[in-house]
C-alpha cells in the first residue's frame, strides 16, 4: 500500500487531511458569524462569494505555481494563513465583518491555488498517482462528513477566537508536516514566453491530449447541469419525503460516507477498467442515483443519494490523474487550472440557474434531465473512444 511504501507521502497525505479538515471547518462558521454579526443572510452569501471569488483568478495563480518551487509557496501560503486567520480575534461586531470576508478570500486563494496538485507531480511516482488521488479523494470526502459540525460547534460553544484559534492551529500543523516532506523539485519553468501565450499553455496543452479533452469536457457539461441538484435536493426534500430543510444536513452525511467508498473504490477500478471505462461507470451510478432519488420512499431515495455519492469520485480521481499523468511537471499548475476554471464556472452557472428554474420547473424533471445529462457524458466518451496518450515522466520516475 502507498501509505507504508512511501514516507513522504505519508507526511503529505497528513497534511492534506489536517488542511482540509480545517478548511471545510472554517467556511460553513465564517458564514455563520457573518449571520450573528448582522442578522443577515446577505452578509452570510458574502462569506461564499468571498470564497469562491478567488477561482476566477485560477489561471494567473497556475501560471504562478509552474514558475517556482511549490513546496516554499505552499509553506509561505500556510504561513501566512495561519497568521491571518488570528486577525479574527479582533472582530467583535458588524463594524469588524470585513475581517471575516478577507480572511474567507485568503482561504479562498489557497484553496485555489493549483501548488498541491503540481507538487505531487514531482514527489510522485507515475505508477502512485492512481492511488494517491484515490486516497487523498476518500480522505478530504471523509472529514467533510464531520469537520463543518466541529466547526460550527466549536464556534457556538467557545464562540470565534475559539474558531480563529482552530483555523491557525490546522494550517501550522499542515505547514510543518510539509516542511517535513522531502522532495527533489522540477525546476521552475523560464520566463521566455510572452505572458499571454504562457499563460494559455495550460488550455492548448488540455486541448492537444485527446483523451484529457474529452474527460474535460464531460466533467465540464456534466457539472453544468448536476449543479441545479443543489436546488433541487431541497425541493426533494420537502416536496417528495415531506421532511423538514435540515433533513438536507442527513444527505450531505450519507452522500459523503458513499463518497469516502467511491474514493477507495476509484484506484483499483481505475487500474482494472482504464480511464474511460471507470469516468463512464461513475456516470452511469450517479445518473442511476438521480432516477432513485425521484422516488417518494425514504429507502430508494437515499439508496440514490449514495450512488451520487460512490460516482462522484470516481469521475474526480479519473480526472484529476489524467492530469498528474499526461501534463509535464512545469504544466501542472496552467493544466489543473483550466480544468478548474472550466468545471467551477460550469458549476456556478448551474447553480444560478438550479436556483432560477425550481420555482418554474417540477424538481422531479429536474432530476430526470440531470440524469439524462449525465448518461449522455458517459455515451460522449465512448462514441470515438481515444487511446491513453504517453505518460509524462515524473522527477520520483527519473530519480528512480
Not at 462569494?49 to 518551487?69: S, W
Not at 486567520?85 to 485555489?112: C, K, M, N, P, R
Not at 452525511?253 to 484506484?267: D, K, N
Not at 511537471?329 to 425550481?358: E, F, H, K, P
Request: net charge positive; proline share 4%.
Amino acid at each position: 500500500m502507498l501509505l507504508r511504501r512511501n514516507a513522504q507521502f505519508r507526511r503529505v497525505f497528513a497534511g492534506e487531511a489536517v488542511s482540509s479538515f480545517g478548511d471545510s471547518a472554517m467556511f460553513l462558521s465564517l458564514a455563520i458569524w457573518a449571520k450573528d454579526l448582522t442578522g443577515s443572510d446577505a452578509a452570510a452569501g458574502g462569506v461564499i462569494l468571498a470564497l469562491t471569488v478567488p477561482g476566477l483568478a485560477a489561471p494567473l495563480l497556475g501560471h504562478l505555481v509552474d514558475r517556482v518551487h511549490r513546496k516554499p509557496l505552499l509553506l509561505r501560503m500556510y504561513g501566512a494563513m495561519a497568521v491571518l486567520v488570528l486577525a479574527l480575534l479582533a472582530v467583535e461586531d458588524s463594524g469588524q465583518l470585513w475581517i471575516v470576508y478577507t480572511v474567507a478570500a485568503a482561504y479562498g486563494v489557497l484553496v485555489a491555488t493549483p501548488a498541491r496538485q503540481a507538487l505531487l507531480k514531482d514527489l510522485l511516482r507515475s505508477s502512485e498517482a492512481v492511488q494517491a488521488r484515490s486516497l487523498l479523494i476518500a480522505t478530504r470526502e471523509g472529514v467533510r462528513i464531520v469537520s463543518p459540525v466541529v466547526g460550527a460547534g466549536v464556534y457556538v460553544a467557545f464562540g470565534g477566537g475559539a474558531l480563529a484559534a482552530l483555523g491557525s492551529l490546522t494550517l501550522t500543523v499542515a505547514a510543518l508536516l510539509l516542511a517535513s516532506v522531502t522532495v527533489v523539485e522540477s525546476e521552475p519553468e523560464p520566463a521566455g514566453e510572452r505572458f499571454r501565450t504562457a499563460l494559455a499553455a495550460g488550455w492548448r496543452h488540455v486541448r492537444d491530449v485527446p483523451l484529457l479533452f474529452r474527460l474535460t469536457l464531460a466533467m465540464t457539461f456534466f457539472l453544468g447541469m448536476v449543479g441545479m441538484l443543489e436546488t433541487a435536493a431541497f425541493a426533494a426534500v420537502d416536496q417528495g419525503l415531506g421532511r423538514a430543510a435540515a433533513f438536507v444536513g442527513v444527505m450531505a452525511s450519507v452522500q459523503g460516507a458513499g463518497s469516502v467508498l467511491g474514493g477507495l473504490l476509484a484506484g483499483q477500478l481505475i487500474r482494472r477498467l482504464g480511464d474511460v471505462r471507470t469516468s463512464c461507470l461513475g456516470y452511469g451510478l450517479v445518473a442511476l442515483g438521480l432516477l432513485l432519488c425521484v422516488s417518494t420512499s425514504l429507502v430508494p431515495f437515499l439508496a440514490g443519494v449514495t450512488l451520487i455519492g460512490v460516482g462522484l469520485p470516481f469521475l474526480a480521481v479519473v480526472l484529476g490523474t489524467a492530469c498528474h499523468l499526461y501534463a509535464p511537471a512545469r504544466m501542472q499548475g496552467r493544466v489543473n487550472a483550466v480544468v478548474n476554471t472550466a468545471r467551477d464556472g460550469a458549476q456556478s452557472l448551474s447553480l444560478a440557474a438550479g436556483a432560477a428554474l425550481i420555482g418554474v420547473l417540477d424538481y422531479r424533471l429536474m432530476y430526470v434531465v440531470m440524469a439524462v445529462s449525465t448518461l449522455g457524458c458517459a455515451v460522449s466518451l465512448l462514441v470515438r473512444p481515444v487511446r491513453p496518450p504517453e505518460v509524462v515522466p515524473s522527477m520520483a520516475d527519473e530519480l528512480a
